[in-house]
Each structure stands twice: as structure tokens, then as C-alpha cells.
């Protein structure tokens, strides 16, 4: 049965350790691999890949040569959906010497990139750490270089909210656009800024391509297509058909997460145009891998019935819940096991939801630099311990009232 899962945390936190070998993903008939040596990111296989992909991107090189050289066996083989297969055909070009070092290492970000935004999109799935399973060192040589996790994670949640705009009408870059009727290129469409040529061009190319198969073959990042192509699919100039198998199996654009919490708020800030009496209470969350002082804090703020407490002592499932309730507050501790509060507070910090919730770092650590690394991974303030109720309460109101 499959688990919510997210691969962002998985990876902060195996980055944050140093580790080296392979996380394994599974959701449905997918599976990702994502090789990681001393903590930076090798390289990410998607067992969904077809030739087709494989094309696109060498055209997207300007490798016409190797795409022509593409195994046509392989090319109209229905079991092309393996990325087994495609990487066996990416080794017999480099060893015709069709592809050299240079154009190898590039191939690989670009398919290592593909793979890594779908795997951040799930949100169910299961995960296996396995520690001895090692990239050879030919693949490793031929690996993208100085992939720093928490850069792309950065990257790609940004990503994500541009998608995340467009997602009444797109719901996969693995959707297949398509015109209406032959005619429908002729409409005039608000907002559009294609001519009825360059339309009836663009869909010549069309013919079954996916929205990520027509941006490469045009050499245009697939978000600034979808973003050309919004007004006619929104005016029904533009059709999108469903992905075809196997990529129907992955999965789609995430949809925004909304906070009952937000929406509390609202009701709450419109009926006191009409009521006083009505009291807001806050939402904290604490994250702490000591039970006492996660009890010792409920103690201080949860008899004034303005805060509602959750307290949460596994900092790495923890994560999960923090996104789920997108709190008032956070209240987190520095030193805990598996990953630290700096980890975790620049995690949440790439989140745009969580991107201006104020994060407290409790801790007992007194020194300077620490209160500076604090704030350097976007904690809005330090709070050490020992601590008495004056000074949480002072904290905690300076942020919520």
C-alpha cells in the first residue's frame, strides 16, 4: 500500500548526512534511483523513459548524426517505455563514437533533471535506502558534476509554483496538444501572440508529441511553451490529450496545498466586522526530540487559550506534518537526530507556503555563531535554553499579535 512520502525531505536529510548510495522510489509501475555519493547528487534514473525522449533531446543538441543513428528496431519496439532500453542505445552511440564525453555528461543533467522534477511531485510512494548500491566508476566519471542538493531543491519548488499557475488547464507536461479542427488556428484569441501562421506551424509539429517533447523539439523550456500556448488551450483552440502509456503512470503537477487554517483565518477576520467576541487562536507547532521540553512548552502556552500546540518529536516526519498544517508558528529545536533544525529550517524555508511563517530556533546553544548560522538558513529568531514562560510567551507574542 502506498505511504505519503516526500522526496524533498529524503533528500535533505541523506544530503545533510553525507550519505552515499541509492534511494530507491516507487509509485505504481515507476521507479526512480537516485544516486548520491558523500551527500551531493550523481545522477537520477526514471525506469519511464522512451525513445521518443531520447530523439527530442539529441535534435535539442543539434546531435543529428546519432539521431539518425538511433537503433530503428528499437525505435518501433512497443517495450520502449524502459529505461533500460534507452540507456543500452545512449551506450551504443558513445561507443560508435556518435556521442562524445561532453555531449554524454550533458545528456545525462538533462535526463537526471526530467527525472528529479517528476520524483519531487509525489506525494505517495515508497522509499528504500540502499547504502551498497553503488554507481560504477565509468558512470560515475560520466556523471553531471557539483549537483548540490539544496540548490536544486530550491530550483525546482519555484518551478513548481509557475506550473502550479497554469494548472486549471494543464495538468502533465506529458499531455499532448492538438488543434480543435483545422480551422480553429484562425481565431483571434485574447492574449494570444502567435499569428494564425505561426499556429498552424507549431501544430504541423504537434502530431503526437508531448508539451516536453514539443519544447525540446523546438528548443524552448516547456514552461515558457505551456505559458504561449495558455490563451488557445483555455479558448479551446487547443486541446490536450492524456499522456500515452507508460507516462500515465507518472505523476501529475501537484496542486497547491490549501490551509484550512488560511481559510479559518479568513472567516474569522470577516466576522469580526460584525463581532468582537470571537477570539483567534494560533496554530505553533514544536518540533523537539525531547518529550520534557515539548511538554514543558505546552505547559507555558496552553493555558491561555490563544494557542493550539502540536507537538511533533521526529524531526524528519515531522517535516510531512509541518507542510500539512502550515502552522502560525514554528518552534524547533537545533540539535536532533537524522536531521537538524538548520536542515530543516532551510527546507522549509524553500517552501512557498512556509516561506514567511515565522521559525523560532530554540536550542541551547549561547554562541554567536550560531544565532548567525540561524539566520542564515532563515530562522526569524533565537530563543535559548533554559527559558522561562515570560520569555517564550514574550517571543511568541512579538511574532503572533
Request: glycine share 4%.
Amino acid at each position: 500500500m502506498l505511504s505519503e512520502i516526500y522526496p524533498s525531505v529524503l533528500l535533505t536529510q541523506l544530503s545533510g548526512d553525507q550519505s552515499t548510495g541509492c534511494l530507491e522510489i516507487v509509485y505504481n509501475s515507476t521507479t526512480w534511483n537516485i544516486f548520491i555519493r558523500f551527500g551531493q547528487l550523481l545522477k537520477v534514473d526514471c525506469s519511464v523513459l522512451s525513445v521518443n525522449q531520447l530523439l527530442q533531446r539529441l535534435h535539442q543538441m543539434g546531435c543529428e548524426t546519432a539521431a539518425q543513428a538511433v537503433s530503428i528496431d528499437i525505435h518501433n519496439s512497443a517495450a520502449l517505455s524502459t529505461g533500460l532500453l534507452v540507456g543500452q542505445e545512449i551506450t551504443s552511440l558513445l561507443e560508435r563514437g556518435l556521442l562524445d564525453q561532453t555531449q554524454l555528461r550533458y545528456l545525462s543533467l538533462e535526463m537526471t533533471k526530467e527525472s528529479l522534477e517528476s520524483l519531487l511531485w509525489l506525494t505517495k510512494g515508497t522509499s528504500t535506502w540502499h547504502p551498497n548500491w553503488l554507481m560504477p566508476a565509468t558512470e560515475i566519471s560520466n556523471s553531471p558534476k557539483s549537483l548540490k542538493i539544496s540548490s536544486l531543491l530550491e530550483y525546482y519548488q519555484q518551478r513548481l509554483a509557475i506550473w502550479q499557475k497554469f494548472i486549471t488547464i494543464v495538468q502533465s507536461p506529458h499531455q499532448r496538444p492538438y488543434l480543435t479542427t483545422e480551422n480553429s488556428a484562425d481565431n483571434i484569441v485574447p492574449r494570444g501572440t502567435l499569428s494564425p501562421a505561426g499556429l498552424h506551424q507549431i501544430s504541423q509539429l504537434m502530431r503526437g508529441l508531448s508539451l516536453r517533447e514539443l519544447a525540446m523539439l523546438l528548443k524552448q523550456d516547456e514552461l515558457k511553451l505551456v505559458q504561449l500556448l495558455s490563451p488557445y488551450i483555455q479558448h479551446n483552440v487547443i486541446f490536450l490529450r492524456q499522456p500515452s502509456v507508460p507516462f500515465n503512470a507518472m505523476p501529475n503537477i501537484p496542486k497547491p496545498i490549501s490551509s484550512p487554517i488560511n481559510i479559518f483565518r479568513e472567516l474569522i477576520s470577516s466576522d469580526s466586522r460584525d463581532s468582537t467576541k470571537k477570539t483567534k487562536v494560533y496554530q505553533i507547532a514544536c518540533i523537539d526530540d525531547s518529550p520534557m521540553i515539548l511538554d514543558e512548552i505546552e505547559r507555558f502556552l496552553g493555558n491561555s487559550g490563544k494557542y493550539q500546540l502540536t507537538k511533533l518529536e521526529e524531526p524528519v516526519k515531522a517535516s510531512t506534518a509541518i507542510f500539512r498544517l502550515k502552522p502560525d508558528l514554528i518552534l524547533m529545536d537545533i540539535t536532533m537526530p537524522n536531521i537538524n533544525g538548520y536542515k530543516l529550517c532551510s527546507l522549509f524555508r524553500s517552501s512557498e507556503a512556509l516561506a514567511e511563517t515565522p521559525i523560532i530556533m530554540v536550542t541551547g546553544n549561547k554562541g554567536l555563531v550560531d544565532q548567525v548560522r540561524a539566520k542564515l538558513v532563515g530562522a526569524t529568531d533565537y530563543l535559548t535554553k533554559p527559558f522561562t514562560k515570560e520569555k517564550l510567551l514574550a517571543i511568541v507574542e512579538k511574532y503572533l499579535m
